[in-house]
């Protein structure tokens, strides 16, 4: 009996010595599983952001570009020949009344620029909290030096520029299609001064 005792003490030691390597094990892959868990959010899906940021940006750019020409860029090319067949009005006129288009085209132009330039900054803002918090991870679950950079001053600087170029291109596209719009009425007045 007493031999019996002393195999299952050999065992529960040769046991425990297995048990304490799965342990390790076990504790690694923890903090792996921490470490993916707390990475994803933190800096997956502010890179995620980031792409989704500058794809907008890139659509929005070309749908703009190709609006703003369309419309203040057609009425432009269509007003010399349409005002020609409707109206005797002389040159000047004419001249005048392109003014609002090319006002509208300016505008429009100025509006997409800034529409890029905040989807661009809301891209690198991203990006910004996205290499941070990589470093802050790896530095809580591997020991790696943190390197955190302050990126206070930065940060705010992106947001503010982000709201800023939001309200210009707000602004902007709101004066492009008034500027179309008085275009159209200059268009109006002039055919219809003609006529009386």
Same mark, same amino acid.
């Given at each position: 009996?007493?031999?019996? *005792? /002393?195999?299952?003490?050999?065992?529960?030691?040769?046991?425990?010595?297995?048990?304490?390597?799965?342990?390790? %094990?076990?504790?690694?892959?923890?903090?792996?599983?921490?470490?993916?868990?707390?990475?994803?959010?933190?800096?997956?899906?502010?890179?995620? $952001?980031?792409?989704?940021?500058? $794809?907008? @940006?890139?659509?929005?750019?070309?749908?703009?570009?190709?609006?703003? +020409?369309?419309?203040?860029?057609?009425?432009?090319?269509? +007003? =010399?020949?349409?005002? /020609?067949? !409707?109206?005797?009005? =002389? $040159?000047?006129?004419?001249?005048?009344?392109?003014?609002?288009?090319?006002?509208?085209?300016?505008?429009?132009?100025?509006?997409?620029?800034?529409?890029?330039?905040?989807?661009?900054?809301?891209?690198?803002?991203? %990006?910004?909290?996205?290499?941070?918090?990589?470093?802050?991870?790896?530095?809580?679950?591997?020991?790696?030096?943190?390197?955190?950079?302050?990126?206070?001053?930065? @940060?705010?600087?992106?947001? @503010?520029?982000?709201?800023?170029?939001?309200?210009?291109?707000?602004?902007?596209?709101? !004066? *492009?299609?008034?500027?179309?719009?008085?275009?159209? *009425?200059?268009?109006?007045?002039?055919?219809? /001064? @003609?006529?009386?």
């Amino acid at each position: 009996m007493a031999n019996l *005792g /002393g195999d299952a003490t050999k065992t529960d030691e040769k046991t425990s010595g297995k048990n304490q390597h799965w342990t390790d %094990d076990d504790r690694l892959r923890r903090i792996r599983e921490m470490f993916l868990a707390e990475w994803w959010p933190t800096v997956r899906m502010a890179a995620g $952001r980031a792409d989704d940021a500058r $794809r907008h @940006s890139v659509a929005y750019g070309t749908v703009g570009i190709q609006a703003a +020409l369309v419309l203040n860029g057609g009425a432009l090319g269509a +007003l =010399p020949a349409t005002i /020609g067949a !409707l109206t005797s009005a =002389p $040159r000047a006129e004419l001249a005048y009344s392109a003014i609002p288009f090319v006002l509208g085209i300016l505008a429009a132009g100025i509006s997409v620029l800034f529409a890029y330039l905040n989807f661009e900054w809301h891209a690198q803002l991203e %990006d910004l909290r996205a290499d941070n918090g990589a470093r802050s991870i790896e530095h809580m679950y591997y020991g790696a030096p943190a390197n955190l950079v302050d990126t206070t001053a930065k @940060s705010k600087w992106y947001e @503010s520029a982000i709201e800023r170029s939001q309200i210009t291109s707000v602004v902007c596209a709101i !004066l *492009g299609f008034l500027s179309f719009i008085a275009g159209a *009425g200059l268009f109006i007045s002039i055919v219809l /001064g @003609s006529h009386s």
